[in-house]
């Protein structure tokens, strides 16, 4: 499935969807790709729209991707600030407030929404988490089972080097190397995502995420020793 050609087919119409805050802030492309009947008054509405355009119904979060439901251009290099202002303009829109005189059904939809959001967001702000959301997404027909699918011999032996390096190490110099070493080799990764996913290398964007994941369990396992060399 390749989500680039389908965004960019229905950008025409896209153009006449509704004029959501959304559409402002983002290229056309971003916006939702079909339309859905507004429980309420049966009109159209947007798959990624919170409210209905017609008669202003709070909508139910839809099956859209993260990247559509908080309106951002579906690549890695997610630009964090953007983001963060977008999540929170919507969350506003959904504050428990502005539905204190509505009905059950919507104060219901409106929490469905909000936390829809919020897991679109934990998934997209966090490098590892999104890598490993677009391998899923991307690879859905070649890599059925994501990440964990890929047997790297080299990315095998560097944790492995590494979990011994860190259950030798008694001085607390030496482990702030480590520290150093795995932060460095974390950026580097994300650099090479970042390519990778530019040309679409699903395979290569699959084995650096698994990479990226042995990186992340070392810093964990790093900040447990130093609680025990402090101790
Ligand atoms: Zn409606």
């Not at 969350?91 to 509505?102: G, K, S, V």
Request: hydrophobic share 40%.
């Amino acid at each position: 499935m390749s989500l680039k050609i389908q965004t960019k087919k229905v950008a025409a119409v896209a153009a006449n969807l509704s004029t959501s805050s959304l559409m402002n802030m983002n290229s056309i492309e971003t916006v939702t790709t079909t339309m859905k009947p507004c429980w309420s008054c049966k009109g159209p509405v947007g798959l990624s729209a919170l409210f209905c355009s017609t008669c202003s119904a709070v909508q139910g979060p839809a099956r859209v991707t993260h990247f559509e439901r908080l309106g951002v251009e579906y690549s890695f290099d997610v630009d964090v600030s953007a983001l963060d202002q977008l999540y929170f303009d919507l969350q506003r829109q959904l504050h428990p407030d502005r539905f204190a005189n509505c009905t059950p059904k919507e104060k219901a939809l409106s929490q469905q929404q909000a936390t829809a959001l919020n897991d679109a967001y934990e998934i997209l702000k966090d490098p590892l988490r999104r890598a490993d959301y677009m391998v899923h997404v991307q690879g859905i027909d070649v890599l059925p089972e994501g990440c964990n699918l890929v047997q790297d011999q080299s990315i095998l032996i560097e944790a492995m080097e590494m979990r011994e390096r860190l259950e030798t190490v008694e001085a607390l110099a030496d482990l702030n190397v480590i520290a150093k070493e795995s932060k460095a080799a974390i950026e580097k990764v994300i650099g090479q995502l970042s390519t990778v996913f530019r040309d679409d290398d699903v395979e290569a964007a699959c084995k650096l995420t698994t990479r990226l994941k042995y990186l992340h369990k070392m810093m964990g396992e790093v900040r447990h020793v130093r609680a025990r060399l402090m101790s």
